[in-house]
């Protein structure tokens, strides 16, 4: 599978011939100053669930609590909490953070300027390529898998809670078509975007635009 990874140029031809990449972190991407709007999202990696079914909670009985709501809850603690709710509950997650390699199935040149880059580079086998990378990571995290993001709203009901936070993103950003690699840490200490030399994964690439 052919993906598209946009750059500025001096960066590209750096990972071209060198095998210099920088893996990013879901969490670093909410910073809109630095990376601009259409590549920052400071709700990256946020949805909010909400539940018309979820009347009761008991946090002595932390099995019926949906994942969602426990982030929201300290069911360590000692003292009992029980919530009642007859509309039911709703709660805002976020995704644990973790590194991201954003790139896109298909060439799009408007796209590409929009985002404040002016070169891409082909990824001619995409396997090969993360195959490669997640090598370079073992020590830092595995590999959970490369998905396209799905463009929808970040509020989402229970009955239809299937897409991972980390891959939602707003319907306005559609014409992105991106794809995105990530990697969960291995540990639970604070992670931040880190450059690798990965020539392997460059031998699987070339320039496109």
């Given at each position: 599978?052919?993906?598209?990874?946009?750059?500025?140029?001096?960066?590209?031809?750096?990972?071209?011939?060198?095998?210099?990449?920088?893996?990013?972190?879901?969490?670093?991407?909410?910073?809109?100053?630095?990376?601009?709007t259409e590549v920052g999202d400071?709700?990256?990696?946020?949805?909010?669930?909400?539940?018309?079914?979820?009347?009761?909670?008991?946090?002595?009985?932390?099995?019926?609590?949906?994942?969602?709501?426990?982030?929201?809850?300290?069911?360590?603690?000692?003292?009992?909490?029980?919530?009642?709710?007859?509309?039911?509950?709703?709660?805002?997650?976020?995704?644990?953070?973790?590194?991201?390699?954003?790139?896109?199935?298909?060439?799009?040149?408007?796209?590409?300027?929009?985002?404040?880059?002016?070169?891409?580079?082909v990824i001619n086998d995409s396997?090969?390529?993360?195959?490669?990378?997640?090598?370079?990571?073992?020590?830092?995290?595995?590999?959970?898998?490369?998905?396209?993001?799905?463009?929808?709203?970040?509020?989402?009901?229970?009955?239809?809670?299937?897409?991972?936070?980390?891959?939602?993103?707003?319907?306005?950003?559609?014409?992105?078509?991106?794809?995105?690699?990530?990697?969960?840490?291995?540990?639970?200490?604070?992670?931040?975007?880190?450059?690798?030399?990965?020539?392997?994964?460059?031998?699987?690439?070339?320039?496109?635009?």
């Open positions: 599978m052919k993906l598209y990874k946009y750059m500025e140029r001096k960066w590209a031809y750096k990972f071209l011939n060198h095998g210099s990449l920088r893996i990013g972190t879901l969490h670093t991407f909410r910073d809109e100053e630095s990376h601009g400071k709700l990256e990696g946020i949805k909010k669930v909400t539940s018309n079914s979820l009347t009761y909670i008991d946090t002595t009985k932390p099995e019926g609590i949906p994942y969602w709501m426990k982030q929201n809850i300290n069911i360590d603690e000692p003292n009992r909490l029980v919530i009642h709710a007859l509309e039911g509950m709703g709660s805002r997650y976020s995704d644990p953070d973790s590194y991201i390699f954003c790139i896109t199935d298909f060439f799009d040149k408007k796209a590409m300027i929009d985002m404040g880059y002016n070169s891409c580079v396997d090969a390529f993360f195959k490669a990378v997640t090598m370079k990571l073992k020590n830092k995290a595995e590999f959970w898998g490369a998905a396209k993001c799905v463009y929808q709203s970040r509020e989402v009901k229970d009955t239809n809670d299937k897409i991972p936070a980390s891959f939602i993103k707003e319907p306005q950003y559609s014409h992105q078509s991106e794809v995105r690699g990530l990697w969960l840490p291995k540990t639970n200490q604070t992670i931040s975007p880190i450059n690798i030399k990965v020539k392997k994964a460059a031998k699987v690439c070339e320039l496109y635009a």
